[in-house]
């Protein structure tokens, strides 16, 4: 839409001035000029404001300029348009509006006016509109088109670094799409995995790029990973025939299609990463490890166990069997391999470590797991436990739980422990009897089948409630 020329150029004029204006009276003309704009301006030849109509909510500080020279009220960019326009007024030349800025009290106001000639030696009145809200659109559009233009650097800034890391990173990318499966776009890392010159893979099928009998598991893996952020990743083989390729996948949205970021990588360096990692964590780890053959002969025990058997190095003790270090007279590791042959896994066996003539060991407990294979491994974890066992009763104190009781196996023979539990049955009966009874004994002895006096005995025994202050 053009916008308004907002002059008389090129306008027709009235048909009869005469018949239509003749009667137009001095009261008339000034309602003409209070609406034909915001505000307006009496001037005479001299350029001196002599008169003013505004609205005062709006112009309060435009009725001080009467008696100045229009010209004084401006800044000084807008002086020589003033000069203009009084110029051409003089002259009866057609008007165009010309914006000016005044100078107020209450800052600067942004007036557009247009000049028109009363008569030879009568001055001319200009009639002013406020740009005071086009100038705040104005700048409210800057603004945003600053701040678009901030945005679309920012963004072309990170697309520059992201093409850089893209580009330079040493794993394999390719980004595709994930309605055709066709690559958009392939780093050179990836380029270089699949043997291709640079720039080839883009726009190729990427499961094109697998062997036949991976390309099915393949499209499931991808399909999967639009719908679900947790999906494990995959190994398929290359279609020339190379080692096998790890792939991870997440997918995205952009400008309404759905795209899959694939990362790559050799499955055989990843494989020999993990097992480092993981002898490292098993080197460094605070309980004892050992990894022994079938014959459950040492091969390879890390720093926490060699600390534990007091040797100064790993092979002081590789090629030893283990029954040299673990285990006692009668409760050696017999038992546990037994477990390991039937179940393949053992938890938590306590039994000692270090154990020699005139030394019963130290308390350890003990776990492991056994691989499968024509020549099976043993790995065990074995973890002291000399500081849980003192919270245990000492093998002539009675035990006051199942839980103690169990944790007696291994420390004490199979006799020792059938008389411990008798004892605990016994001490457990007579707690409910006495509770049943509200502490009266006689009730108690009854209930239990026990003269007061076999009663009483045991009580002494066990320790059980108040002797002297007894309640019959």
Same mark, same amino acid.
Request: aromatic content about 6%; charged content about 25%; proline content about 4%.
């Given at each position: 839409?053009?916008?308004?020329?907002?002059?008389?150029?090129?306008?027709?004029?009235?048909?009869?001035?005469?018949?239509?204006?003749?009667?137009?009276?001095?009261?008339?003309?000034?309602?003409?000029?209070?609406?034909?704009?915001?505000?307006?301006?009496?001037?005479?030849?001299?350029?001196?404001?002599?008169?003013?109509?505004?609205?005062?909510?709006?112009?309060?500080?435009?009725?001080?300029?009467?008696?100045?020279?229009?010209?004084?009220?401006?800044?000084?960019?807008?002086?020589?348009?003033?000069?203009?326009?009084?110029?051409?007024a003089h002259k009866g030349m057609t008007q165009h509006w010309r914006?000016?800025?005044?100078?107020?009290?209450?800052?600067?106001?942004?007036?557009?006016?247009?000049?028109?000639?009363?008569?030879?030696?009568?001055?001319?009145?200009?009639?002013?509109?406020?740009?005071?809200?086009?100038?705040?659109?104005?700048?409210?559009?800057?603004?945003?088109?600053?701040?678009?233009?901030?945005?679309?650097?920012?963004?072309?800034?990170?697309?520059?670094?992201?093409?850089?890391?893209?580009?330079?990173?040493?794993?394999?990318?390719?980004?595709?799409?994930?309605?055709?499966?066709?690559?958009r776009e392939a780093n050179p890392a990836a380029h270089k995995l699949?043997?291709?010159?640079?720039?080839?893979?883009?726009?190729?099928?990427?499961?094109?790029?697998?062997?036949?009998?991976?390309?099915?598991?393949?499209?499931?893996?991808?399909?999967?990973?639009?719908?679900?952020?947790?999906?494990?990743?995959?190994?398929?083989?290359?279609?020339?025939?190379?080692?096998?390729?790890?792939?991870? $996948?997440? !997918? =995205?949205?952009? /400008?309404?299609?759905?795209?899959? @970021?694939?990362? +790559?990588?050799?499955? &055989?360096?990843?494989?020999?990463?993990?097992?480092?990692?993981?002898?490292?964590?098993?080197?460094?780890?605070?309980?004892?490890?050992?990894?022994?053959?079938?014959?459950?002969?040492?091969?390879?025990?890390?720093?926490?166990?060699?600390?534990?058997?007091?040797?100064?190095?790993?092979?002081?003790?590789?090629?030893?069997?283990?029954?040299?270090?673990?285990?006692?007279?009668?409760?050696?590791?017999?038992?546990?391999?037994?477990?390991?042959?039937?179940?393949?896994?053992?938890?938590?066996?306590?039994?000692?470590?270090?154990?020699?003539?005139?030394?019963?060991?130290?308390?350890?407990?003990?776990?492991?797991?056994?691989?499968?294979?024509?020549?099976? $491994?043993? !790995? =065990?974890?074995? /973890?002291?436990?000399?500081?849980? @066992?003192?919270? +245990?009763?000492?093998? &002539?104190?009675?035990?006051?739980s199942v839980e103690q009781l169990t944790e007696l196996v291994g420390?004490?023979?199979?006799?020792?422990?059938?008389?411990?539990?008798?004892?605990?049955?016994?001490?457990?009966?007579?707690?409910?009897?006495?509770?049943?009874?509200?502490?009266?004994?006689?009730?108690?002895?009854?209930?239990?089948?026990?003269?007061?006096?076999?009663?009483?005995?045991?009580?002494?025994?066990?320790?059980?409630?108040?002797?002297?202050?007894?309640?019959?």
């Amino acid at each position: 839409m053009p916008a308004p020329k907002n002059s008389i150029e090129g306008k027709r004029p009235f048909a009869s001035l005469d018949r239509h204006f003749k009667s137009v009276g001095s009261e008339a003309v000034a309602k003409f000029a209070m609406l034909a704009g915001d505000v307006a301006f009496v001037i005479d030849e001299a350029g001196t404001i002599v008169d003013v109509t505004a609205d005062l909510a709006d112009f309060s500080a435009f009725t001080t300029f009467v008696g100045r020279a229009w010209i004084d009220t401006v800044t000084v960019e807008s002086k020589p348009k003033i000069v203009d326009m009084l110029a051409s007024a003089h002259k009866g030349m057609t008007q165009h509006w010309r914006q000016v800025t005044h100078n107020t009290t209450d800052g600067n106001v942004p007036v557009r006016y247009s000049v028109v000639s009363l008569g030879e030696g009568a001055g001319c009145i200009a009639f002013g509109r406020d740009m005071r809200d086009a100038a705040a659109l104005q700048q409210r559009l800057l603004q945003a088109q600053q701040s678009l233009e901030r945005d679309y650097l920012q963004l072309r800034q990170l697309e520059s670094r992201y093409r850089l890391l893209f580009d330079q990173s040493a794993e394999p990318v390719i980004i595709i799409d994930a309605d055709t499966y066709r690559v958009r776009e392939a780093n050179p890392a990836a380029h270089k995995l699949f043997g291709a010159k640079p720039g080839t893979l883009q726009g190729g099928k990427f499961t094109a790029l697998f062997s036949k009998p991976a390309r099915e598991p393949l499209i499931a893996f991808l399909g999967s990973v639009m719908v679900s952020s947790s999906v494990q990743p995959i190994d398929a083989e290359p279609v020339d025939g190379g080692e096998k390729v790890l792939l991870s $996948a997440s !997918g =995205f949205r952009q /400008r309404g299609g759905h795209f899959l @970021l694939i990362r +790559l990588a050799s499955a &055989n360096r990843i494989a020999g990463e993990t097992s480092a990692a993981t002898l490292g964590v098993i080197e460094s780890m605070p309980d004892a490890f050992v990894l022994t053959d079938e014959s459950l002969v040492i091969q390879v025990a890390n720093a926490a166990f060699v600390e534990l058997v007091g040797a100064a190095t790993v092979d002081q003790i590789r090629g030893r069997p283990l029954s040299e270090f673990v285990g006692r007279p009668g409760i050696g590791l017999d038992m546990i391999d037994g477990q390991l042959a039937k179940h393949d896994i053992a938890r938590n066996v306590t039994t000692v470590i270090g154990a020699s003539d005139g030394f019963e060991g130290e308390p350890v407990e003990l776990s492991a797991v056994r691989t499968g294979g024509d020549h099976p $491994a043993h !790995g =065990f974890v074995i /973890r002291p436990i000399g500081r849980r @066992l003192r919270d +245990l009763p000492a093998p &002539n104190d009675t035990p006051r739980s199942v839980e103690q009781l169990t944790e007696l196996v291994g420390r004490m023979s199979l006799k020792d422990i059938v008389r411990e539990s008798t004892d605990l049955i016994e001490r457990l009966c007579i707690e409910a009897a006495l509770e049943y009874t509200t502490n009266n004994r006689a009730s108690a002895a009854e209930i239990l089948g026990l003269s007061r006096q076999s009663l009483y005995s045991k009580l002494h025994r066990y320790g059980l409630g108040n002797l002297v202050d007894a309640t019959d």
